[in-house]
């Protein structure tokens, strides 16, 4: 069986998708051929090959303005018949992350995903959205805040090897909410400092 998972994070180092997209093949390793792949960076134009062939498509990316990153966005738009073409009869499976704390804030990503899917005539297995992406580099995925996070991507794998279809399910971090919005406010403010920015001048509307 043959998997590729696409990071859809435009950040080419230190994304919570790469993180998320390494514990995925990590989880699917010994008895898929799995590998993981990004529409930009140096290996941006290999992508479609990677994808040919593929029986399950995994994407996985960070929720932007309850939508795709427009980078991601763009490559199904253009690439949509190529997709298509090359991974013909695959399985779609999405695992979307976000900065706010509740998973369930990914809902419309996954239906933006399961349209993208229909469309390209390819069967949507689920979506899977990870809410409190703030603390996934920090705390490890399948420890402590985050084990129902790495039980959760186990399904997932058991559902990708399958090639199963499920619900979609979200998953929040066990982690008191107003602990994260206030370490959340901690870390923007360090942010805005090293920038040499002030409260007043985060506060202002362009
Ligand atoms: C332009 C932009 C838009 C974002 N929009 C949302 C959003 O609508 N809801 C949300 O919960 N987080 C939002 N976030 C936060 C990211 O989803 C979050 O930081 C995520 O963990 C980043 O994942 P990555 O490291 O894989 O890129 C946004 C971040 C950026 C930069």
């Given at each position: 069986?043959?998997?590729?998972?696409?990071?859809?994070?435009?950040?080419?180092?230190?994304?919570?998708?790469?993180?998320?997209?390494?514990?995925?093949?990590?989880?699917?390793?010994?008895q898929t051929e799995c590998a993981i792949c990004?529409?930009?960076?140096?290996?941006?134009?290999?992508?479609?090959?990677?994808?040919?062939?593929?029986?399950?498509?995994?994407?996985?990316?960070?929720?932007?303005?309850?939508?795709?990153?427009?980078?991601?966005?763009?490559?199904?738009?253009?690439?949509?018949?190529?997709?298509?073409?090359?991974?013909?009869?695959?399985?779609?499976?999405?695992?979307?992350?976000?900065?706010?704390?509740?998973?369930?804030?990914?809902?419309?990503?996954?239906?933006?995903?399961?349209?993208?899917?229909?469309?390209?005539?390819?069967?949507?297995?689920?979506?899977?959205?990870?809410?409190?992406?703030?603390?996934?580099?920090?705390?490890?995925?399948?420890?402590?805040?985050?084990?129902?996070?790495?039980?959760?991507?186990?399904?997932?794998?058991?559902?990708?090897?399958?090639?199963?279809?499920?619900?979609?399910?979200?998953?929040?971090?066990?982690?008191?909410?107003?602990?994260?919005?206030?370490?959340?406010?901690?870390?923007?403010?360090?942010?805005?400092?090293?920038?040499?920015?002030?409260?007043?001048?985060?506060?202002?509307?362009?």
């Open positions: 069986m043959k998997v590729a998972i696409i990071n859809g994070s435009p950040k080419l180092r230190e994304s919570a998708s790469q993180l998320l997209a390494e514990a995925v093949q990590k989880k699917l390793g010994n990004s529409p930009i960076g140096p290996e941006g134009s290999e992508i479609l090959k990677k994808i040919e062939g593929a029986n399950a498509l995994v994407f996985v990316f960070p929720l932007y303005i309850d939508g795709l990153p427009s980078h991601l966005l763009r490559f199904l738009d253009e690439s949509l018949q190529d997709i298509s073409d090359k991974a013909s009869g695959a399985m779609v499976y999405s695992i979307v992350n976000n900065g706010f704390f509740e998973g369930r804030q990914n809902a419309v990503a996954f239906e933006i995903m399961r349209n993208f899917a229909d469309k390209a005539g390819l069967k949507w297995g689920q979506g899977i959205g990870v809410g409190g992406g703030g603390m996934l580099r920090s705390v490890g995925i399948g420890r402590g805040p985050l084990k129902k996070v790495g039980n959760t991507l186990d399904l997932l794998s058991k559902n990708i090897i399958n090639a199963r279809s499920a619900q979609n399910y979200t998953v929040d971090p066990d982690f008191p909410r107003a602990l994260y919005i206030a370490v959340a406010h901690l870390s923007w403010r360090a942010s805005a400092r090293k920038n040499k920015v002030n409260s007043k001048q985060m506060l202002v509307k362009p």
